[in-house]
Every structure is written in structure tokens, then in C-alpha cells.
């Protein structure tokens, strides 16, 4: 078992960790920010590791932050720039509305939105092509959930079907 050096935390006060934590928002940032309060209040590092789920490598590196940044940044990443969307938050806005109607109120001969049939809505409307994982990425975003239908006959007769359910007894398993 690796010891961490506590000194590293020397300079925080557990009061200013807890005062921190109650202003740190999202859930890594705060993972941080518990790890540095379980070991200002003397956790090792492998109970650390196992509690958060991650190795003690990545414990070290979160309580490092603590010693190399100031405190209201320490459990923060730096901002990524990332690629720039392809969509304007205008754009994305006007493309939540359009999933909360009807495709058929586009002309579409359907009556819920598919992967496939928002991504050419997309690109009718807007001009871009996304991947069908983004897609369904936005889709989700907009509120949208996944539903599969189940395969069924169109000559099937429905009062056969509950009669063979009622009559046919499963195999139990053993």
C-alpha cells in the first residue's frame, strides 16, 4: 500500500474543502473534491480508489490539482475547445421543436421520428449530416426515447394468438 503525503493538503483547511464542495457543481468536480476531504481527514489512498471507483494513480492526480491550482479551480478541468458544432444553439433549438411534432407534419409518411428519418430531416432543413449514433445522440437530448415495435402479422387474429398464450405452457427451468 502507497502512502500518500498528506502535506500536499497542509495548506486546506477541511472547512474550505467542505465550503468548496458545496459550491462545486457537476460530478467529477466534486469527486475531487470528496477524495480531498476523505484524505485531509486521514482515508488511504486505496480506500479512496475503491470508494470512487478509479485507481489510486487517479487519486493522486486529482489531489495534486489541490496543490498546483487554486483552490476554486482545482476540481475543474481546463476548458476543451472541441470541434465547433455543426448546428447553432438557434438551429438545435428549432430542431427540439421540430421532434416535438409529428414527422407527418413535415409530409413525412410517418408517425414517429427514426434515427434515419431525422437525420434527412436534418439535412433537408439544416444542410448538415450527422452520424446515426448523433443522431440519436440529439434525439435523446430533445426528449425523444426508444421504443422497438414488435413484429406481428397483418393477417394475425388476435383471439388466436391469447388462445395459443392461454394453452401452451412454458418449459420451467431447472
Known amino acids: 500500500m502507497l502512502l500518500f503525503d498528506v502535506g500536499r493538503l497542509d495548506d486546506i483547511t477541511l472547512e474550505?474543502?467542505?465550503?468548496?464542495?458545496?459550491?462545486?457543481?457537476?460530478?467529477?468536480?466534486?469527486?475531487?473534491?470528496?477524495?480531498?476531504?476523505?484524505?485531509?481527514?486521514?482515508?488511504h489512498l486505496d480506500k479512496l480508489a475503491e470508494r470512487h471507483d478509479v485507481v489510486e494513480k487517479t487519486i493522486r492526480n486529482w489531489l495534486d490539482r489541490f496543490e498546483k491550482l487554486p483552490l476554486e479551480e482545482a476540481p475543474y478541468d481546463e476548458a476543451r475547445s472541441g470541434r465547433p458544432a455543426k448546428l447553432t444553439e438557434h438551429q438545435r433549438d428549432e430542431l427540439f421543436d421540430d421532434f416535438k411534432k409529428s414527422p407527418e407534419e413535415f409530409d413525412y409518411n410517418r408517425q414517429a421520428w427514426t434515427s434515419t428519418l431525422a437525420s434527412h430531416h436534418i439535412e433537408e432543413k439544416f444542410g448538415v449530416e450527422y452520424t446515426?449514433?448523433?443522431?440519436?445522440?440529439?434525439?435523446?437530448?430533445?426528449?425523444?426515447?426508444?421504443?422497438t415495435a414488435r413484429p406481428r402479422h397483418t393477417d394475425a387474429d388476435p383471439e388466436a394468438e391469447e388462445e395459443f398464450k392461454d394453452t401452451v405452457q412454458k418449459n420451467e427451468r431447472k
Open 132 to 147: 446515426d449514433r448523433h443522431v440519436r445522440y440529439l434525439m435523446e437530448e430533445a426528449g425523444l426515447s426508444w421504443r
Open 16 to 43: 474550505e474543502l467542505q465550503e468548496l464542495r458545496e459550491r462545486t457543481e457537476g460530478e467529477i468536480p466534486r469527486e475531487r473534491v470528496l477524495a480531498a476531504i476523505a484524505r485531509k481527514q486521514g482515508d
